[in-house]
């Protein structure tokens, strides 16, 4: 079974996880979450790593949940369900809790899950071109996995925008929610991350890892029991006749019956 999740490092201490599905737009799956919290965790616990870059390979950045998935998900029973859909919580989880800093390169579109990784990054630089989106209203479900980190990251302020509409949007908008913390033109992605990267190896990595902490520990960061409410909240949400034929409608590949 081939990798999901791929892992670079230099010689300067900078590690590089890949979202490595490009042919599936790096969309998630059990396998892709079970190697994401692996690979974070085992990053954590490498002192000589001193940034981490989150990127994906391909045009998509994230397409949100995998078809497959979702689809297996569709036929578990409740408690199963849960455990299943967990995995993304426990993936973005293990990727905040990343003692290093972690630097979001997005070069294409992100929805769903997609902006949960946004999210947990400490800095986030993506391209002009992209759009991203909180799609799982459309579907009768909620974003509930993400929603910690999401709203950890813009705010509830300008989550109401988006959080509860499936709407699209741009890198303009998503620059004002918070959600990204710089546009660039394509070709300028790289160089964009680079001068990210390029002041923490100046800097003491202890002390650079001490200020991180020291950042959740003044502002308050996502806890354990926000995590579990929002998986609780999702388990709950899949169990209404909304997500049933809002699912079974996008696997049909034909309207939910509240579109218009």
């Not at 002192?47 to 949100?64: H, I, Q, S, Y």
């Not at 991180?212 to 960061?221: M, Q, S, V």
Request: glycine content about 10%.
């Amino acid at each position: 079974m081939a990798d999901l999740i791929e892992v670079t490092r230099d010689g300067r201490g900078v590690a590089t996880i890949w979202l490595a599905r490009e042919d599936k737009h790096n969309a998630l799956s059990a396998q892709m979450m079970q190697e994401l919290e692996a690979e974070a965790k085992a990053l954590a616990q490498e002192d000589g790593v001193r940034v981490v870059v989150l990127a994906a390979k391909g045009k998509t950045f994230c397409a949100g949940g995998d078809l497959a998935w979702m689809r297996a998900q569709f036929d578990m029973d409740a408690a199963t369900r849960r455990t299943e859909s967990a995995r993304i919580a426990t993936a973005l989880g293990a990727l905040y809790d990343l003692p290093q800093p972690l630097i979001g390169r997005l070069q294409g579109n992100a929805f769903g899950g997609g902006v949960g990784f946004a999210s947990v990054c400490d800095v986030t630089i993506g391209v002009e071109s992209l759009k991203m989106a909180l799609t799982e209203v459309k579907l009768g479900l909620i974003p509930a996995n993400i929603g910690p980190y999401v709203l950890a990251r813009m705010g509830a302020k300008n989550a109401r925008e988006v959080f509860m509409n499936a709407k699209v949007f741009g890198a303009d908008e998503a620059v004002r929610l918070g959600l990204l913390s710089r546009a660039v033109p394509f070709e300028d992605l790289d160089a964009a991350v680079e001068a990210e990267i390029a002041p923490y190896l100046s800097c003491a990595p202890g002390a650079v890892r001490d200020a991180k902490r020291l950042i959740r520990d003044l502002a308050g960061g996502v806890t354990q029991a926000q995590v579990d409410l929002a998986i609780d909240a999702l388990a709950a949400r899949w169990e209404t006749d909304e997500a049933r034929e809002g699912i079974g409608a996008f696997l049909d590949k034909r309207p939910a019956p509240w579109a218009q």
